[in-house]
T-cell receptor, first 109, second 113 residues
Framework: GQNIDQPTEMTATEGAIVQINCTYQ??????LFWYQQHAGEAPTFLSY??LDGLEEKGRFSSFLSRSKGYSYLLLKELQMKDSASYLC??????????WGAGTKLIIKP | SQTIHQWPATLVQPVGSPLSLECTVE??????LYWYRQAAGRGLQLLFY??????ISSEVPQNLSASRPQDRQFILSSKKLLLSDSGFYLC????????????FGEGSRLTVL
């Protein structure tokens, strides 16, 4: 079966750095996505990784290791508005997205 | 630019009543369209996807159905709602020429009582 695992909830402090991990087991691999979802709202696209390594976009970075079936999302200089759920999704060999349950990130002042 | 809209935003419906959620995309032609459901604490569950008018693929057998009467219109329906149909429904289209990322509508919160 296909499976995406990420922690259910994490807590961090404003101004700090947090790393949200995602491990996956899928039928094929055609890229990994990270989305941000604020409570009651639709997900919005954050990043895409298809090759091993680190992709940086401002305060957010995403890392991929295909051999380990592992990715992480790194958030720096945390702000209160970063409080949200972060969804990891993998595109399988049929180009369908397999979604993790999401990690709820709580930012404390 | 491309936009996607879905409505209504919130629904409270009794068990056994019908359902119709509508989604439209503007600024693109022949989009791949998707309906997802998100239950509390769970990942997005793909319900239906469509690659063109009248072409619907169902991923999960249940009492929901989908239709695509026009190129940029995607409708989710049910004849008789169940309690288990409660959830957050999301319409999406696949954009992103390089990455194929999904762009989501605003979402529809359905509560079945």
């Amino acid at each position: 079966g296909q499976n995406i695992d990420q922690p259910t909830e994490m807590t961090a402090t404003e101004g700090a750095i947090v790393q949200i991990n995602c491990t996956y087991q899928t039928s094929g691999f055609n890229g990994l996505f990270w989305y941000q979802q604020h409570a009651g709202e639709a997900p919005t696209f954050l990043s895409y990784n298809v090759l091993d390594g680190l992709e940086e976009k401002g305060r957010f970075s995403s890392f991929l290791s295909r051999s380990k079936g592992y990715s992480y999302l790194l958030l720096k200089e945390l702000q209160m508005k970063d409080s949200a759920s972060y969804l990891c999704a993998v595109m399988d060999s049929n180009y369908q997205l397999i979604w993790g349950a999401g990690t709820k990130l709580i930012i404390k002042p | 630019s491309q936009t996607i809209h879905q409505w209504p935003a919130t629904l409270v419906q009794p068990v056994g009543s019908p359902l119709s959620l509508e989604c439209t995309v503007e600024g693109t032609s022949n989009p791949n369209l998707y309906w997802y459901r998100q239950a509390a604490g769970r990942g997005l569950q793909l319900l239906f996807y469509s690659v063109g008018i009248g072409q619907i693929s169902s991923e999960v057998p249940q009492n929901l159905s989908a239709s695509r009467p026009q190129d940029r219109q995607f409708i989710l329906s049910s004849k008789k709602l169940l309690l288990s149909d409660s959830g957050f429904y999301l319409c999406a289209w696949r954009g992103g020429e390089d990455t194929g990322e999904l762009f989501f509508g605003e979402g529809s919160r359905l509560t079945v009582l």
